[in-house]
């Protein structure tokens, strides 16, 4: 029982540390309004394309699922998730509202699903070779500097894209990587596939929370990797 006690006690002091860390976090950026402006668009934009690409793949390969479901629109309110967005402007990990579609009526059964999932980070990585292009030329000809609120935008748009980018692609479900591992498995693995597909989601929690705890870092260094990629890339100094 007492064992039981102390184990109460340090997560709900953990628990305090937490969101005392996130409401710091929170009025860090209410206190600089033009980041937080920068943030929630840079935010509704990346996430918009990002589910948008998925509805437009499906689409395209057969699948009106997403359309009927008023999903294949740019109107940022049919793709946020309400918790997700709150999530991502407090603590800067969240979610978008899943796109539905049904892989039965996609042409190719095979790797349907996978250009469907592979959709969402293709979108990320155009907006982040967009906006990259576009800041690092204004920042050339000199019409941009750091303190611009349009430079702030557009990096932003380039940092939020490179960490979603790769983070999609880490193959554990519900993560659109996961879906281009399944296709590369063999069908006689299709059991596996469907457990891990199940359990995927509390694999994925548990690692980050892991991380977290045992102040391992793993996934600060792999966004602060792409960061420095995207960076070297196009000559850039970002956040």
Do not use: C
């Not at 039981?4 to 206190?31: A, D, H, P, W």
């Amino acid at each position: 029982m007492q064992g039981l006690l102390l184990y109460v006690k340090i997560r709900t002091n953990f628990g305090i540390l937490e969101l005392f860390f996130y409401l710091m976090f929170l009025f860090s950026f209410l206190s600089q309004p033009i980041i937080f402006l920068a943030w929630l668009v840079a935010m509704m934009v990346s996430v918009t394309l990002h589910e948008f690409a998925h509805a437009l793949s499906a689409y395209a390969q057969g699948d009106a699922t997403a359309k009927y479901s008023g999903r294949l629109t740019l109107n940022p309110f049919k793709h946020l998730d309400l918790w997700g967005t709150i999530m991502l402007l407090v603590v800067g990990f969240g979610w978008g509202k899943p796109v539905p579609y049904n892989p039965y009526n996609l042409r190719n059964q095979k790797w349907g699903p996978s250009l469907v999932a592979l959709a969402g980070p293709g979108a990320n990585l155009v907006l982040i070779i967009f906006f990259g292009v576009i800041l690092k030329s204004l920042v050339l000809g000199g019409v941009l500097g750091p303190g611009n609120m349009l430079y702030i935008l557009m990096e932003m748009i380039v940092v939020l894209n490179a960490v979603w980018f790769v983070f999609n692609l880490i193959p554990i479900p519900p993560l659109d990587g996961s879906k281009l591992f399944f296709a590369l498995l063999p069908s006689r693995l299709d059991h596996l596939k469907a457990s891990f597909t199940v359990r995927g989601p509390l694999i994925l929690i548990s690692l980050i929370i892991l991380d977290r705890l045992l102040n391992l870092s793993l996934f600060t260094s792999l966004f602060n990797l792409i960061i420095r990629a995207v960076e070297v890339i196009f000559g850039l100094s970002l956040i």
